[in-house]
């Protein structure tokens, strides 16, 4: 109230330098606005919805990057010749392997030789069953 404010107001110099400097002056205090809530209760609730959003905002950037990636590829990789050279590949090793085995004095079974070169059978389309390739 207004007596109480004058009762404060310091009547010489030296009596208003104690009050400033005072840590329990009145007027030094600053009274905190209130708008229902402080600032931390009002970001707390969000903070949960907040790294929900972050994560889900990580999870289709990397998405997006993965989708540009294959986008350059395929045109960096025209795909129908990379097809048409996995066949021609697979032609050749397996008329290697055929040679190879052609050549061999003890003349194993062909897919003791593919087993014994660490080869893959599905990469070279050998049938374990027929003993022999499949056409792919």
């Given at each position: 109230?207004?007596?109480?404010?004058?009762?404060?107001?310091?009547?010489s110099?030296?009596?208003?330098?104690?009050?400033?400097?005072s840590?329990?002056?009145?007027?030094?205090?600053?009274?905190r606005?209130?708008?229902?809530?402080?600032r931390?209760d009002?970001?707390?609730?969000?903070?949960?919805?907040?790294t929900?959003?972050?994560?889900?905002?990580?999870?289709?950037?990397?998405?997006?990057?993965?989708?540009?990636?294959?986008?350059?590829?395929e045109?960096k990789?025209?795909?129908?010749?990379?097809?048409?050279l996995t066949?021609?590949?697979r032609q050749?090793?397996?008329?290697?392997l055929?040679?190879?085995?052609?050549?061999?004095p003890?003349?194993?079974?062909?897919?003791?030789?593919i087993?014994?070169?660490?080869?893959?059978?599905?990469?070279?389309?050998?049938?374990?069953?027929?003993?022999?390739?499949?056409d792919?």
């Open positions: 109230t207004r007596a109480q404010i004058m009762a404060e107001v310091p009547e110099p030296g009596e208003a330098r104690e009050v400033l400097c840590p329990s002056a009145p007027f030094l205090k600053r009274p606005l209130s708008l229902g809530s402080s931390e009002r970001v707390s609730p969000r903070k949960p919805e907040k929900a959003l972050q994560l889900e905002l990580e999870q289709k950037r990397e998405r997006l990057r993965k989708l540009r990636l294959i986008r350059v590829y045109q990789h025209d795909l129908r010749v990379l097809a048409e066949q021609k590949w050749a090793a397996q008329q290697a055929l040679d190879l085995q052609a050549k061999l003890a003349r194993p079974a062909l897919g003791q030789l087993s014994e070169l660490g080869i893959e059978p599905a990469v070279v389309c050998y049938s374990a069953e027929s003993d022999s390739f499949i792919s």
